[in-house]
């Protein structure tokens, strides 16, 4: 269960999201739904009804220097939105 959960999104998208107890994570690709939930339910010690996953593809990036151009790409991830049980909350902040 060690490395599943990289780390919280905090966008504003997911902020507003949690009014509906749903909080989003980067997870690695490799993990499936099971092990998002059990690990979310033992960090934060809530019960999970649902997780959904996404895996985001990463971008093309161009960049002119004057030795020419360079072209990359930034990396693809996975997104997992876990929707809470109603009464539970996850507090990003004060669980360290």
């Known amino acids: 269960m060690i ?10 998208k997911m902020t507003e999201l949690g009014d509906k107890r749903q909080y989003a994570f980067e997870v690695p690709t490799s993990v499936n ?3 998002v939930c059990k690990a979310v339910e033992k ?14 593809k990463g971008k093309r990036k161009n ?6 151009r ?10 997992a939105i876990v929707t809470l049980k109603e009464g539970d909350k996850i507090d990003y902040f004060g669980n360290v």
């Open 3 to 12: 490395g599943i959960l990289v780390r919280p999104i905090i966008t504003e």
């Open 33 to 35: 739904k099971i092990e």
């Open 70 to 79: 360079f072209e990359g790409h930034t990396k693809t991830w996975k997104k």
């Open 63 to 68: 960049q002119m220097t004057k030795r020419g």
């Open 43 to 56: 960090k934060f010690n809530v019960k999970v009804t649902s997780v959904r996953t996404v895996i985001v």
